[in-house]
Each structure stands twice: as C-alpha cells, then as structure tokens.
Nanobody
Framework: QVQLVESGGGLVQAGGSLRLSCAAS????????MGWFRQAPGKEREFVAG????????YYTNSVKGRFTISRDNAKNTVYLQMNSLKPEDTAVYYC????????????????WGQGTQVTVSS
C-alpha cells in the first residue's frame, strides 16, 4: 500500500510559479511510475505530467509543455511538479498518483492517489 500526500498548492498571480510536492509513505516510490493530474470544477480529471520509476522518461500534456517540469527524488520518496508561467486555466485541484510499470495518461490506470492540493491562478 502506498500513501500519497500532496502539498505546495496555493493562490498565485498569472505568470507566477508554484512547486507541488507529493510525498509517499508505506512503500518506496522507486518501484512506481508517477503521474500528476488535475481537475477543474465541472471538468474531467486530466493528465498533466508523468515520470518513469527512475526519472529517465517524462511526459507532458501539450498545454503545459515548456512551463511545467516533473521530477522525482527516490531517496526522499517524493515527486515534484514545478509550475512556471502559470495561467488562469491552470486553476484546478492537482493530484499525484502512482502505478506499477510505465506512466500512463489515463487516470484509471493508476492504483494510488493523494487527496489533492488546490492551485488557483488569478488573472
């Protein structure tokens, strides 16, 4: 069993930055691919970024490429999402998730989820 806890969300002006963290307990994260997802009110949960178990491969949805960076520190059992040049449309609850094997863009493929952290970007 893996427990995930996100932190780092908040209110930021457009153009600003935030760094989200996802800390794991229960098992080492080094066995898992990780993903960040987000869900805005009235919308489906969508894939934002994914990273392989060793950090060697990363994936992004087109709308965040060049602005967001996913990374991981397996020694700290933590995954990060650095978000720069934030836009109002990035406003959502952000979730981290874990799964065995490679990262996936479908949220149904993930076995473990955090509780989410709110990111609000004002214009």
């Amino acid at each position: 069993q893996v427990q995930l806890v996100e932190s780092g969300g908040g209110l930021v002006q457009a153009g600003g930055s935030l760094r989200l963290s996802c800390a794991a307990s229960g098992r080492t994260l080094s066995s898992y691919a990780m993903g960040w997802f987000r869900q805005a009110p009235g919308k489906e949960r969508e894939f934002v970024a994914g990273i392989s178990w060793n950090g060697g491969n990363t994936y992004y949805t087109n709308s965040v490429k060049g602005r967001f960076t996913i990374s991981r520190d397996n020694a700290k059992n933590t995954v990060y999402l650095q978000m720069n040049s934030l836009k109002p449309e990035d406003t959502a609850v952000y979730y981290c998730a874990a799964r065995r094997s490679a990262p996936a863009t479908d949220f149904n493929e993930y076995n473990y989820w955090g509780q989410g952290t709110q990111v609000t970007v004002s214009s």
